[in-house]
């Protein structure tokens, strides 16, 4: 099992999260590409110490929308969404040869992320990035999104993400953040909830029922309050139970 966190999500003065500690935590590492978070200062501190640590480095690749953090749909012309996902991944891959490290994947961020799981036209949008840059670059997404489906049938490999501290809608979508419950803060309980995704076993939903989550890697938040010991509190359990953390894709040097 795979276990990724987003990085890189500061600004300038503005600081979030613990990069550093998270890296020697996780085995893979979605870099903000600058567009949501993150400026060319951040990213390639993240990417170094992803370097260091052999952390693999994914482009976390997201709307526009700095001031909104990513959070906000954007209804963008397909073409422009294309060229928007080939800029952030150009960008990022350039700081992160200068580290000594290599883009292995993608992973949409926040308000695309939740998008392309039903909007096929800004899903189709993101997959020719990809494609056109690089096809050999994977993909990381919701299990059952449009984004996934149609990266397989582009010819992309596809890996499947599941959510250590974000609540589920029965339907296995991800709860709003605008919704009261959608974040989880107790480690423990995300903890125990990680190792039964990793085992295949159901989990509940926001409303109690029971669903299946099919996962390749599993994500905790950095800048969640917490997140350094919501991670290493994942780990720990997931170790203690005899899942191997390793990177879905090997990270590879610059």
């Known amino acids: 099992m795979d276990l990724n966190s987003d990085l890189a999500e500061g600004f300038g003065r503005w600081e979030l999260g613990d990069d550093e500690a998270l890296l020697g935590i996780v085995t893979s590492a979605n870099v903000a590409c600058g567009y949501h978070a993150g400026d060319a200062t951040v990213i390639r501190g993240a990417c170094e110490h992803a370097a260091a640590r052999g952390v693999a480095v994914g482009a976390q690749v997201g709307y526009n929308d700095l001031a909104g953090f990513g959070r906000r749909f954007i209804d963008i012309a397909p073409r422009e969404l294309t060229n928007d996902v080939i800029y952030q991944i150009g960008a990022l891959r350039a700081l992160a040869r200068t580290a000594g490290t290599e883009v292995t994947y993608v992973k949409p961020h926040g308000a695309l992320y939740n998008a392309i799981v039903h909007h096929r036209e800004q899903a189709a949008a993101v997959v020719d990035a990809v494609r056109d840059y690089d096809p050999d670059l994977v993909v990381l997404g919701l299990p059952g999104s449009a984004w996934l489906e149609l990266a397989e049938k582009a010819g992309l490999r596809t ?3 599941a959510f250590a501290d974000r609540a589920y809608t029965p339907e296995a979508t991800l709860v709003s953040r605008r919704e009261p419950g959608a974040v989880l803060h107790d480690a423990e309980a995300i903890a125990e909830r990680c190792v ?20 390749d890697s599993i994500c905790v938040h950095g800048d969640s309050p917490g997140a350094v010991r919501t991670a290493e509190a994942v780990r720990d359990r997931l170790t203690a139970e005899g899942v191997r953390l390793a990177a879905f894709v090997a990270p590879r040097g610059g």
């Open 159 to 161: 890996f499947r993400e």
């Open 196 to 215: 039964r995704i990793a085992r295949g076993e159901p989990i509940e939903a926001v409303d109690g029922t029971l669903i299946t989550v099919q996962a």
